[in-house]
């Protein structure tokens, strides 16, 4: 079976998943425990934290939070700090984002505004920073785009947003970015949520980073885990199988970068331009490459593919439901609903080959061709 939709989730990396291991048969105390053995694990998990952070920010100004996965971590920045005035945040989020915006303007806790998208997927920066004003008190850009691959320039982005309110909160959803992209935290963004399940750690594992200076008030009450701001007993072996996962991944971010560049650019190239249109642009993410069968199902086509050993993705979060019928991403790109039921999201790792690329076109090729004959 080729798998090629790494962007819903990765295959967990196996040595990452065999170092951890010993937190399963041995070391499989509770952190909290006030004996040499819980204290040991507290250790441990400092230093899974300071490996996960020292990649991404400076660590004598950010700190790092475990959660249960990329959406509780946006949760948790959201329902910290939306809590006043307005939340601008962008037509191009996940729905961990979007939901939670969307409950706490239904709550009345706040206004939601969603800035629209250019034809390439990123935000419209001049349209977003219209929306920013002296009520804002929260500003929620995503890092990567998981349906089209888009990156926007989150730093340059929070700095201004800062410009026109320093008193905003600036969160990025960096789940699709984590491990994938070259980048370090300026001191503009203030929160950035990650995700294990996306770079070769499990299912149910994630972190919300912060700058220290901001006081961030729980989302989770209990036994005051993570310094009281995020309670509940720590998943200590998915925490050190992603801090092992991480080490991997980003020993070899940039040469994954290139190669994988490589490869989007070869699938495009095998791809039968009579069937399908490209819609991620060249200066997005290497890690996606969205493209639509337009006239036909992208559904249709995913099962068409599964059935000849191809794994992909589509544009739509739930297609058996009509009412998301389309990607309200990809039509806030600008295209059409035609467009839009075409989608097939092909998303890579640095796992695949160049030999599954070649032959995922043939069956992209071979699939597309048969249906548009059905179809006529
Ligand atoms: N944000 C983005 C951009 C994502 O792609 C995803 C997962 O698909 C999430 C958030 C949610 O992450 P998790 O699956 O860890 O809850």
Redesign the pocket.
Known sequence: MIYLDN???TKPSVSAFERATEYVTEKFHNPSGMYNEGFALQGELKKARSVLLSKLADESAFELIFT???????NQAIFSFAKRGNAVTTEG?????TAAVTELKNRGIIEARFAPLQKDGRVDVNALLAMVDEKTSFVSV?????EIGAINDVNAIAKLVKQKNPRVIFHC????AYGKIPYKLSKDVDLY?V????IGGL????ALIKRKSLQLPPYIYGGGQEAGRRSGTENVFGIMQFRYAVEEKFSTLKTDYERLKGYREQLWGALDKEVYIRLSSEEGTPYILSVSARGLRGEILLHMANDKGLIVGTGSACSSNAKHRYSKVILACGYDEKTADGVLRLSFSPQTTEEEILQAAAILNEIGRDLAKKMK
Do not use: I, R, Y
């Not at 249960?68 to 946006?74: F, R, W």
């Open positions: 962007a819903a989730t249960s996965c990329g959406t509780e971590s946006d989020e996940h729905s961990a984002v995503m890092h990567v785009n998981n959803d960096g789940v699709q949520a995700s294990a399940h996306k299912k149910g594992v994630g």
